[in-house]
T-cell receptor, first 115, second 113 residues
Framework: KNQVEQSPQSLIILEGKNCTLQ??????????LRWYKQDTGRGPVSLTI?????NTKSNGRYTATLDADTKQSSLHITASQLSDSASYIC??????????????FGAGTRLFVKA | DAGVIQSPRHEVTEMGQEVTLRCKPI?????LFWYRQTMMRGLELLIY????????DSGMPEDRFSAKMPNASFSTLKIQPSEPRDSAVYFC???????????FGEGSRLTVL
């Protein structure tokens, strides 16, 4: 069964600190893996996308890594800011036409950045 | 571009009433999706369209739910009759191509009393 599991469920860090969020998936084969950021009361917004051949992708203070062999991805946030407080959702898209848009969503990690 | 536009942002209704949620996708996108988000189940795909044609509605919970896309710039999700367990945030998203980034609207928060 295709699954995406994220850890931790929630995380509290102090402003300026770094943190790493984890995503493990069983989707195989897969087309791509995305990390989305969802602010409270808003829709998710894409941060990064990686295909199975990519190991790392950066977007400002956000760096995503992917290990296709172990089926693990991480999202590293550097020098956190109060505005980073949000839910971060890992999303995996299966490969192949039959996979299409049957994307698999993780439950998300809720990040709280405190001053 | 204004992004994906959803209405209403908030809807409070009583059990048994009909609810209609609306979505305007980003111009030029050929895929449109309806998702439901709850604390318990996270984001769930309800149905998606390609070029206005419903492709997969296997996520629609039951016959009380229906979705239409009469043209490339408009879609509706209807619940009739509504039940308290339908309370959730409903998101519409659009994309260009099947591997493309999903662009979400701000969501419609539905509360059924």
């Amino acid at each position: 069964k295709n699954q995406v599991e994220q850890s931790p469920q929630s995380l509290i860090i102090l402003e300026g600190k770094n943190c790493t969020l984890q995503c493990n998936y069983t989707v195989s084969p897969f087309s791509n893996l995305r990390w989305y950021k969802q602010d409270t009361g808003r829709g998710p917004v894409s941060l990064t996308i990686m295909t199975f051949s990519e190991n790392t992708k950066s977007n400002g203070r956000y760096t995503a890594t992917l290990d296709a062999d172990t089926k693990q991805s991480s999202l590293h946030i550097t020098a956190s800011q109060l505005s980073d407080s949000a839910s971060y959702i890992c999303v995996v898209s299966p490969a192949g036409n039959t996979g299409g848009f049957k994307t698999i969503f993780g439950a998300g990690t809720r990040l709280f950045v405190k001053a | 571009d204004a992004g994906v536009i959803q209405s209403p942002r908030h809807e409070v209704t009583e059990m048994g009433q009909e609810v209609t949620l609306r979505c305007k996708p980003i111009s030029g996108h050929d895929y449109l999706f309806w998702y439901r988000q709850t604390m318990m189940r996270g984001l769930e795909l309800l149905i998606y369209f390609n070029n206005n044609v419903p492709i997969d509605d296997s996520g629609m919970p039951e016959d009380r739910f229906s979705a239409k896309m009469p043209n490339a710039s408009f879609s509706t999700l209807k619940i009739q009759p509504s039940e308290p367990r339908d309370s959730a945030v409903y998101f519409c998203a659009s994309s260009f191509s099947w591997t493309g980034e999903l662009f979400f609207g701000e969501g419609s928060r539905l509360t059924v009393l």
